[in-house]
């Protein structure tokens, strides 16, 4: 297991508040870490990386496509995307090098999986990545 799957484990799904996490490379658009079964496609991949290439009213605006499921933006800005459907979600945070995605599903605490979340992606963003 590499470092980065460790942290994801260790620091999102530890929480028993995140189903799901992966990191992405943003500029080779491609998939680097992921919690065990979480498969993200290139097509999610491309969805989330041009997320934060469009304005992000434009983003809150269309929401997101991800997993094969149409997702209702509720934040969208520079570093964040927030977007849920029905009682699931995803959370995103971009550090310099990554997207860092997270979901959680029904009987989760989406603010926990939000804090979990944005706090990874300060700790990046503070060692450079």
Partial sequence: MSHLQ???LDTL???KHVDSAALIKIQERSLCAASPGFNVMPSDVRTLVNGFAKNPLQTR???LYFKEKDYRCVRA?????YAKNENAGVVVVKTHLYLLV??????MYPSVCVEATESLGDYLRKKGS
């Fill in 6 to 8: 460790s942290l994801l």
């Fill in 13 to 15: 799904l530890g929480t």
């Fill in 61 to 63: 605006r269309e929401g």
């Fill in 77 to 81: 800005d520079e570093y964040s995307l």
């Fill in 102 to 107: 997270a979901t959680y599903t029904e009987g």
